[in-house]
C-alpha cells in the first residue's frame, strides 16, 4: 500500500534538545517536502529536496535541519535554535518532473504534532 | 509570488453544492490552480487541479475564468464529511514553483 509514513504521530521536546521527525515514502517519488503549521494557520514550507543528496531552504528554514541520503527519506530535525518549535509538522512527496513544478501534485503525510515541555 | 485570496469561512446545506471562490489575479500563463482540502489534525488532501479549462473528476469541478484571475471549486452534493479547509493554491514562481498555501477557506456542511 502505497503512501508516506510519519513517526511519531506526537513528540515533546525539552529545551535545549534537538528531535527528529521521521518521513518515508513508497511512491519512488523524487521530490520530497517538510511544512509546519500553526493553529488556524495555513501550511510555510520549511525544508525541500528535489533530489537525492540535495535539498533547499523555504520559507522558515531558521532552526531546522533535513537530509536527504536516501529517495524514500526525508527526516526534518528541529534544533535547540527553534525557539518556538510547537506546531503540526507536514511531510509531502511529490513525483518531480523534468520541467519542475508544471503539475506538482503533493501526497501529503498523517502529521506530527511537536510540542514542547 | 502567484498569491491566492479566500474567503476565511463558509456554510453550505448537506446535499446542495458547495462552491467555493477563489481570486488569483497575479497567476502567471502557466501556472496551475491547485485545490486541497485538509480535515482537522489531517494531512492535506488532494482535489484537482487545472491551467485554464474546466475540469471534472469523481470529488469535484473545477472552473477557471477565461482570463485566469479566479476560479471556483464546486463540490456538487456535499456532505457533512466534506466539512474541512479548503486551499486554493497557486504555484509560486519566486520559490522555484512549489506549492504556496494560505489560510483557505472553513466549510462547514450543516444538516
Known amino acids: 500500500d502505497g503512501g508516506i509514513t510519519q513517526s511519531p504521530k506526537y513528540l515533546f521536546r525539552k529545551e535545549g534538545q534537538n528531535v527528529t521527525l521521521s518521513c518515508e515514502q513508497n511512491?519512488?517519488?523524487?521530490?520530497m517536502y517538510w511544512y509546519r503549521q500553526d493553529p488556524g494557520q495555513g501550511l510555510r514550507l520549511i525544508y525541500y529536496?528535489?533530489?537525492?543528496?540535495?535539498?533547499q531552504k523555504g520559507d522558515i528554514a531558521e532552526g531546522y535541519s533535513v537530509s536527504r541520503e536516501k529517495k524514500e527519506s526525508f527526516p526534518l530535525t528541529v534544533t535547540s535554535a527553534q525557539k518556538n518549535p510547537t506546531a503540526f509538522y507536514l511531510c509531502?512527496?511529490?513525483?518531480?518532473?523534468?520541467?519542475?513544478?508544471?503539475?506538482?501534485?503533493?501526497?501529503f503525510g498523517s502529521g506530527t504534532q511537536l510540542s514542547v515541555l | 509570488d502567484a498569491k491566492t485570496t479566500q474567503p476565511p469561512s463558509m456554510d453550505c446545506a448537506e446535499g446542495r453544492a458547495a462552491n467555493l471562490p477563489c481570486n488569483h489575479s497575479t497567476i502567471s500563463g502557466n501556472e496551475y490552480v491547485y485545490w486541497y482540502r485538509q480535515i482537522h489534525s489531517q494531512g492535506p488532501q488532494y482535489i484537482i487541479h487545472g491551467l485554464k479549462n474546466n475540469e471534472t473528476n469523481e470529488m469535484a469541478s473545477l472552473i477557471i475564468t477565461e482570463d485566469r484571475k479566479s476560479s471556483t471549486l464546486i463540490l456538487p452534493h456535499a456532505t457533512l464529511r466534506d466539512t474541512a479547509v479548503y486551499y486554493c493554491?497557486?504555484?509560486?514562481?519566486?520559490?522555484?514553483?512549489?506549492?504556496?498555501f494560505g489560510a483557505g477557506t472553513i466549510l462547514r456542511v450543516k444538516s
Open positions: 509531502a512527496s511529490s513525483i518531480g518532473t523534468s520541467t519542475w513544478g508544471r503539475e506538482e501534485k503533493l501526497f
Open positions: 529536496s528535489q533530489i537525492v543528496n540535495d535539498f
Open positions: 511512491l519512488n517519488h523524487d521530490a
Open positions: 493554491i497557486a504555484r509560486s514562481v519566486e520559490y522555484g514553483n512549489k506549492l504556496v
